[in-house]
């Protein structure tokens, strides 16, 4: 079964910056939208930012915008996100998705990867 893995997570200061990455097993889902997650402790999963299939059209989350941005590159299917200016708060468990459904406004993701902890100290 195809599956995404997440890497890059790690510790960090406030004020700095990570890129994660994910990266699928297969080819399955170089046709899919992507998108990225975090979940916090004790808090609900919030989205971040998506990612068409090419690469073209992304949506971020207003929390994040002007901080995080996706990109994927297709030939590898990978995604990333680049998060800057890192803060206390950003900490959390970070997931990419993967869904068929084209819309990025489409909540629904069916793929998810493991997660990395990304933890930022002040």
């Known amino acids: 079964q195809a599956r995404l893995v997440e890497s890059g997570g790690g510790l960090v200061q406030a004020g700095d910056s990570l890129r994660l990455s994910c990266t699928p097993s297969?080819?399955?889902?170089?046709?899919?939208?992507m998108g990225w997650f975090r979940q916090a402790p004790g808090k609900g999963r919030e989205f971040l930012a998506a990612i068409s299939w090419s690469g073209t059209d992304t949506v971020v989350a207003d929390s994040v915008k002007g901080r995080f941005t996706i990109s994927r590159v297709n030939a590898q299917s990978t995604v990333y996100l680049q998060m800057n200016r890192l803060k206390p708060e950003d900490t959390a468990v970070y997931y990419c998705?993967?869904?068929?459904?084209?819309?990025?406004?489409?909540?629904?993701?069916?793929?998810w990867g493991q997660g990395t902890q990304v933890t930022v100290s002040s």
């Open positions: 998705a993967a869904d068929s459904r084209g819309p990025l406004s489409d909540p629904r993701y069916d793929y």
């Open positions: 297969d080819r399955t889902f170089r046709t899919y939208k």
